[in-house]
């Protein structure tokens, strides 16, 4: 079995809804066992290079060290807390600390179930997997592939742009308010490029018979198996089997005793 | 919901939603900036722009749905560019654009002025706001942090989403792009008269 050739939308469902058990509870114990297990996944049936995945990871990993400490600066404060450390205006209670790392953990949790995702899954695969799985319409599907590939195109269009503008002796943008001016001036030429050129497409299209009726046959089908259940079933008891394990240790809460 | 739409304006749309969702993966990285030097409420500052396709798609194709799926699809576009974003960012975009979608609604997606559009941003914000506390834990967060969050978030929907994609669109309406489009339309009436 490889993450390659699971189901898009099912391991994209898998995410999401793994997602939305983790936001459940609140400890520190469930993102982590989450974490250890679908790093393992990604690694043992991902086969994908550690490179890219630190590379990918490590942004998260900031964002993750500041959750902590906004929580840590700005901590809820309940009656009760223990009082670790306090300085100033800053107070760091044993509460405060937990739920940090909490929070903390819970984005590192969602950020390698995204980059499982995003690193085993093909955009075009994703795109005729929600049309065929998923009842995407043919129009918008169809639309946002030909807009995807406008993506190069407008970045030559970009490019054209900047010598144009180099050509006629435009300087270069130094200060913010200049920048701002820049901007602008290739902003809404670059918009109106991508609109006409989308109106051309929707006319070319139509002239070459697509009406966007969804009942249509597909060259590249694109199917459920077994094997996609099992790795949904898989992955959402995983995340199921962690607060269980936190709540075995003692650890688990709900989000709701926060509210 | 497509069924009344030309192809032309679904495509456009989905143009829209490109270019945007490229637009929207590099602001993740000024947020992060922002996020670095402010903690958390530094994202809510820049928040407005994440909702910013909602208002121009709105604002230039003008049917019921545009607002919704201009932001639905740009989050899969950016789920697409494979940045690690994952796909639980289609259901934030989801939610950004029902938010804007809503206020649209209310005024029978008739109604496109200043106002409307500067509310259809801080529909989106009120919308993000009651997800992320949902998903990002606000709730561990002191209650006064978090009101200060939610005030940033709703002026940043106002202002970069209703008036700068306003802004925007108005100027692409005066390069003639949008002729065949009601906003493209409008303007055109407005020069001659």
Known sequence: MSLHEVNPSVKAFAVVISILILSVFFDPITPLVTILWVVTVTFIFGRVSFKKWLLL???????????????????????????????????????????????????????????????????????????????????????????????????????TLQNAHRVRGVARARTIPEKVQQLKRYVIPLLAGAIRKAERTALAMESKGFTGEKNRIFYREITVSRIDWLFFILMISAVILSAFISWKLGYLQYYNREL | ML??????????????????????????????????????????????????????????????GAAFLSETV?????????????????????????????????????????WVLMAAGMGSSVFSFAWGFYVSGFAALSPGYVTAMFFVRLVSGALLAGLLGKYLSEGLARTGALNSFPLGKEHKRNVTV
Request: aromatic share 16%; charged share 10%.
């Open chain 1, 57 to 159: 990871f490590a942004p998260f990993l900031f964002i993750a060290i500041i959750y902590v400490w906004s929580t840590m600066l700005f901590p809820r404060l309940q009656a009760g807390d223990s009082v670790i450390w306090e300085w100033g205006f800053l107070t760091l209670t044993a509460e405060g600390f937990q739920r940090g790392v909490s929070l903390g953990l819970r984005v590192l949790s969602f950020a390698t179930l995204s980059i499982m995702f995003t690193l085993t899954t093909k955009p075009t695969d994703f795109l005729l997997s929600l049309m065929q799985q998923c009842k995407l319409p043919p129009k918008l599907a169809y639309g946002i592939m030909a807009g995807y590939r406008f993506l190069p195109l407008i970045k030559e269009e970009f490019q």
């Open chain 2, 3 to 64: 069924a009344k739409w030309k192809l032309r304006e679904v495509i456009v749309l989905s143009v829209l939603a490109v270019v945007f969702a490229v637009v929207y993966l590099l602001f993740v990285q000024l947020g992060n900036v922002l996020f670095g030097l402010f903690g958390l409420i530094g994202y809510d500052i820049i928040f407005g722009i994440w909702f910013i396709v909602s208002i121009i798609a709105a604002y230039i194709i003008r049917k019921p």
């Open chain 2, 74 to 114: 740009a989050a899969t576009v950016e789920v697409m560019l494979g940045n690690a974003v994952g796909p639980q960012l289609i259901l934030s975009g989801m939610i950004q654009g029902l938010g804007a979608e809503a206020v649209f609604a209310a005024t029978k997606w008739k109604n496109y002025s200043t």
